[in-house]
């Protein structure tokens, strides 16, 4: 099913959000990726857009598709945005490393960020379901990328 076929559907499933939906389609159309983040951004923040499946649905059949044209931290704010409306934590951790591993997978530039970002929200899932030693292999993780994030920025040093 394409994005629009999505929407479409959606639109007709939930009538209270149609005027939202139908602007998402729109920007999407006219492929205005900045102002369809924002927009999508706007629609998380309503208590409408986070009932039941509805984020991972909406994450799955529409932001993906056009995941790789907008921010990619920004992106994985949607994820992991997503991600709290998980109930079950392995599932949550599984859709995390999902995301993860297709922007490793797509080798964007500027993935570094983003991808720490989902780490850093894997290793605290891992932790907040008790498993303290896989957490701290995922904060290891984190910290080896941290150090070459540091060491990839250039320094200039000033003396006076």
């Not at 159309?29 to 499946?53: A, I, M, P, Y």
Request: proline share 4%.
């Amino acid at each position: 099913m394409s994005p629009v076929d999505y929407l479409e559907k959606l639109q007709t499933a939930e009538p209270g959000l149609a005027e939202d939906v139908a602007e998402l389609a729109s920007l999407y159309q006219r492929k205005l990726w900045h102002q369809l983040t924002l927009k999508v951004e706007d629609c998380f923040s309503k208590s409408d857009f986070n009932k039941g499946e509805l984020p991972l649905e909406l994450y799955n059949n529409f932001i993906n598709d056009f995941g790789h044209k907008i921010n990619l931290l920004k992106l994985s704010q949607f994820a992991v945005h997503v991600a709290k409306h998980i109930p079950d934590a392995q599932q949550t951790v599984a859709f995390l490393q999902g995301v993860a591993e297709h922007l490793k997978e797509q080798k964007l530039p500027r993935s570094e960020q983003p991808l720490l970002f989902l780490k850093m929200h894997v290793a605290q899932q891992k932790l907040e379901m008790g498993s303290v030693q896989d957490c701290k292999v995922w904060c290891t993780a984190g910290a080896c990328a941290v150090h070459r994030l540091m060491l990839s920025l250039p320094l200039y040093w000033h003396v006076a």
